[in-house]
């Protein structure tokens, strides 16, 4: 009982609001919030008031707060998606859990509304496995185990640092993908927990993810941002590239990385046929940077995650910084982030 | 038992056959009779080849047991286990189609959550039929599945995928668990249903289990050997593990691809979990020493078919596991022997022909 409680009081929820009347949305995930300590950071470009129902245990962060902590002189840009960031950083707490504010509980199988934060956490307090693939994967899960043949010596795994979920109705498509399929929503309630293997690469989606920010904190950083980043996810890559550094710097650091529930259910918004003119240059960007992602290798001083992204940022710089002045731009950001954290972030 | 309509062609009907191995009896086969009824079989009866194994009747099949494994193989039949059920792979070896599904004859078809059956079969060729993903991992698994499709930031230049060389099928009720599982949780049944057919990234290694398994043989065939299992051998059960590493390694290396997941069948039989750990033992120790040596295994480029690589890879085991046991000295010699046998039996001309003679009455024997 005292076990859960401490975990409770260790959790903090942040939510990027690029919606100004967040009654609807509070309200729904009540049920689920309404225990924890949540952190609301309004999207600096937002300019209606925020509404936010009562019951809720909160702090809510807008411009002025940002400009306050962070300073002017600065290259990092909190707007849009990327506000949720501020909250990371002004986290106090052991582990985020952060989801988009057009998402709802799902629901599972059964007709249960799912407790994403209580999943998150499961994930984020169990074990990872990422040296070898279980085939009945998490294997800590109740009625499951490690398989025949799985190496004994891999059973006790590593720490999980990065839950990543899904999403029912609109999944994570990017916009090609969704104006080909206008219709096509996920209906697929996948009851499984697995983690992402070492050295295989991923994308993240921050529109449903928790993480251990004591572990991990610094390495997820509003780096990367499209000259026509909009206020739609099919318009960002932020998370992306995000997530892409996340992973590799849990694989240098033997961290875990999982996927799969919980799952929330994502509400129609959008039109993805008028996203494809601002989200191409963001596909074609990730093309270049994935043979990147796939050969860097971190220094083996580096062994905290503010460590390795200074030296993610070394290696953007020399081999991507040429290519592209976005990749430029995002190792100083991060350069500047590690500065940040060290002087906000770290408690 | 009702029987559902039967499909007006049976996709890839005359390039795939069913591998089965038994030491028991095949009743089982009643229960796969509307999804199985028109393919081929190809029997491999382990222990006494005095007994008489019945095939249920309707079922176009070949059947080889110890006596036709040596007759076909003479010297080279040293390399098919006896009394294991690694000695499957002798069907895949006389095997002349494109694609093989193999099953154990204590796995029954299972339900979904609906209640429907599900046609295992079916699911396997779906799963070899379209590209798996290894280079980068999908968040909402195979994007070739009606109703799901590659997320936000997967790579373009990567959405062709890789052919699929392997599809790893798993099991509701008794759970694939090693022996000392077994003793600690003997009640443990697999009730959960994952909707969720995935590929294996490159580069990582799994145990594949050889219950519910289909691949395709023209990619991968030459891999699949079940090595020296069984009688007169210091291990059992790890014929299928074993398999499983050296295909991984080599499919990494051709750039194929490996799924697991969908399709379940119902495993009912519970094997005695103290036969197990003897039988186990000492994979259980080697296994802290044979991983290292498959995750560390780096190919060379001039191996481009799979009988190179495989030939190469019992170089290296011998080589770097000789010294924990002479048994891999063997197992490297009946690798190589393995191979020899593919070729005598898959010359590249008959390859290319594809299929072989196909029977529409059934068989008591190959001839």
Request: contains cysteine; aromatic residues 12%; charged residues 25%.
């Amino acid at each position: 009982m005292s076990q859960a409680n401490i975990e409770k009081s260790e959790i903090d929820i942040v939510i990027g609001a690029l919606h100004s009347d967040l009654t609807a949305f509070m309200n729904e995930w009540k049920p689920v919030f309404s225990q924890f300590h949540l952190i609301v950071v309004k999207d600096p470009d937002l300019s209606a008031e925020l509404l936010i129902p009562e019951g809720f245990n909160l702090d809510v962060y807008t411009k002025s707060d940002i400009d306050r902590v962070v300073g002017s002189a600065t290259s990092i840009l909190f707007s849009g998606y990327s506000c949720r960031y501020f909250g990371y950083l002004v986290s106090r707490k052991k582990y985020i859990i952060s989801v988009d504010d057009d998402c709802v509980p799902a629901r599972d199988n059964n007709g249960s509304l799912v407790d994403a934060v209580a999943q998150h956490i499961t994930n984020l307090t169990t074990p990872a496995t990422p040296f070898f693939f279980n085939t009945l994967y998490d294997p800590y899960c109740k009625g499951a185990d490690f398989v025949r043949g799985y190496p004994f010596s891999l059973r006790s795994g590593v720490t999980c640092a990065l839950s990543c979920g899904l999403w029912l109705n609109l999944a994570d498509y990017d916009a090609p993908t969704q104006a080909l399929k206008p219709e096509q929503r996920n209906s697929r309630y996948v009851d499984a927990v697995l983690t992402v293997p070492a050295r295989s690469l991923m994308p993240v989606s921050g529109i449903n993810i928790a993480f251990s920010r004591e572990l991990l904190g610094p390495a997820l950083i509003p780096a990367l941002r499209l000259a026509g980043e909009g206020k739609l996810r099919w318009e960002t890559v932020e998370d992306v590239w995000s997530g892409m550094c996340a992973k590799v710097i849990c694989d240098h650091l033997g961290l875990g990385v999982k996927t799969g529930l919980p799952y929330v259910w994502r509400n129609e918004r959008g039109n993805a046929i008028e996203s494809l003119r601002k989200e191409w240059e963001g596909v074609k960007l990730m093309e270049e940077v994935v043979p990147f992602f796939q050969s860097v290798r971190l220094p083996e001083s580096a062994i905290t995650a503010e460590d390795c992204v200074v030296e993610m940022a070394k290696a953007v710089k020399e081999q991507l910084g040429q290519s592209d002045p976005m990749f430029a731009r995002a190792a100083e950001v991060m350069v500047e982030w590690v500065k940040l954290w060290k002087k906000v972030g770290s408690s | 038992m009702a029987h559902p309509v039967t499909p007006v062609s049976p996709p890839l009907k005359d390039e795939l056959d069913i591998v089965i191995p038994t030491i028991r009896n095949l009743d089982f086969l009643e229960m796969w009779r509307p999804f199985f009824q028109h393919y081929h079989l190809i029997i491999v009866q382990d222990g006494d080849p005095t007994k008489t194994i019945r095939v249920p009747d309707g079922f176009d099949y070949e059947l080889f047991n110890r006596n036709d494994v040596n007759r076909v193989l003479g010297p080279k039949a040293s390399c098919i286990s006896f009394k294991d059920s690694a000695c499957r792979c002798f069907g895949f070896l006389v095997s002349k189609k494109k694609y093989i599904f193999t099953i154990d004859d204590d796995c029954f078809v299972a339900k979904d959550p609906s209640g429907k059956e599900i046609n295992a079969l079916a699911q396997h060729i779906q799963n070899l039929l379209t590209p798996s993903t290894p280079f980068f991992f999908n968040t909402l698994y195979d994007p070739y599945r009606e109703g799901a499709d590659f997320v936000r930031g997967y790579p373009f230049s990567m959405r062709e995928g890789a052919p699929t060389a392997i599809s790893h099928g798993l099991w509701l009720n008794i759970p694939d668990y090693d022996a000392p599982t077994q003793l600690v949780k003997p009640l443990e049944r697999n009730s959960r249903y994952v909707d969720a057919v995935m590929t294996i990234p490159k580069g990582t290694l799994f145990p594949m289990c050889g219950m519910n398994l289909g691949f395709n043989r023209e990619l991968i065939g030459p891999a699949m050997y079940f090595g020296l299992m069984g009688d007169g051998q210091p291990i059992g059960r790890y014929d299928d593990m074993w398999a499983g590493w050296c295909a991984k390694v080599i499919c990494d290396h051709l750039n194929l691809g490996v799924k697991t997941g969908l399709p379940y069948i119902w495993h009912s039989k519970a094997s005695n979990p103290f036969v197990n750990l003897k039988k186990e033992y000492k994979g259980i120790y080697w296994q802290e020493e044979i991983i290292p040596f498959f995750q560390s295994i780096v190919l060379p480029k001039e191996c481009t078919t799979v009988q190179n690589c495989y030939i190469e890879l019992s170089k290296k085991v011998k080589e770097k596991l000789g010294s924990i046991d002479p048994y891999f000295q063997k197992l490297g010699d009946a690798m190589v022997t393995w191979i020899e046998a593919w070729e005598e039996l898959n010359p590249p001309a008959q390859a290319a022909q594809s299929t072989g003679v196909k029977k529409e009455e059934p068989s008591t024997k190959a001839k």
